[in-house]
């Protein structure tokens, strides 16, 4: 069983910076793909970022440059360094991994960008 959970949330002014964390529990984290995805009010979930498990990323395009997604396999953790925040950016974020055709979700962390 593949818990996640998600932490760093919280609210910040335009421009600033967040970095938030995802913590997965179980053996296959260094063995597959970690993705974050953000749903904001009224919207549907979109995605922000892949990390393959070999390191190779992709990202959004409305975050592209402004975020970095990073792992570190031994600690079982996923980030994303959130840059140069906007007010579009606020959302509830949500790392998510697969693994034998099933998708894993954590709870999801809010991040608010506002003045």
């Known amino acids: 069983q593949v818990q996640l959970v998600e932490s760093g949330g919280g609210l910040v002014q335009p421009g600033g910076s967040l970095t938030l964390s995802c913590a997965a529990s179980g053996s296959i984290f260094s063995s597959t793909a970690l993705r974050w995805y953000r749903q904001a009010p009224g919207k549907q979930r979109e995605f922000v970022a892949v990390?393959?498990?070999?390191?190779?990323?992709n990202y959004a395009d409305s975050v592209k440059g402004r975020f970095t997604i990073s792992r570190d396999n031994a600690k079982n953790t996923v980030y994303l360094q959130m840059n140069s925040l906007k007010p579009e950016d606020t959302a509830v974020y949500y790392c998510?991994?697969?693994?034998?055709?099933?998708?894993?979700w954590g709870q999801g962390t809010q991040v608010t960008v506002t003045s």
């Open positions: 998510e991994l697969r693994w034998r055709s099933t998708e894993y």
């Open positions: 990390i393959s498990s070999g390191g190779n990323t």
